[in-house]
């Protein structure tokens, strides 16, 4: 099972960007996905969270710029960035709880998302 993430890049504030991660590999079913980031030294926090039933979960410095959705037909997760700010700027990684024979914790390499002028 691999997670390919994709969408970064560098944008000025105000700014949007969409991040993708797709799931490939055998697998019987995906539950929870998110979007995790990490900002030069700092820890690895949670921006966003959606369930299988599309239930969804933000940090409170996100509320109301970005949208978590998923599209279970390709087994991705979407994240659209919008009014970014420079405290944005962080290496966003993707994350799946995926049930192979039992669930365990999938992790995305991570995409460079700076937003600067």
């Known amino acids: 099972v691999q997670l390919q993430a994709s969408g970064g890049g560098l944008v000025q504030p105000g700014g949007s960007l969409r991040l993708s991660c797709a799931v490939s590999?055998?697998?019987?079913?995906?539950?929870?996905m998110g979007w995790y980031r990490q900002a030069p030294g700092k820890q690895r926090e949670l921006v966003a969270t959606?369930?299988?039933?599309?239930?969804?979960n933000y940090a409170d410095s996100v509320k109301g710029r970005f949208t978590i959705s998923r599209d279970n037909a390709k087994n991705t997760v979407y994240l659209q960035m919008n009014s970014l700010k420079p405290e944005d700027t962080a290496v966003y990684y993707c994350?799946?709880?995926?049930?192979?024979?039992?669930?365990?914790?999938?992790w995305g390499k991570g995409t460079q998302v700076t937003v600067s002028s």
């Open positions: 994350h799946a709880d995926i049930v192979v024979t039992v669930g365990m914790d999938y």
């Open positions: 590999g055998t697998f019987f079913v995906i539950n929870d």
């Open positions: 959606v369930t299988s039933g599309r239930n969804t």
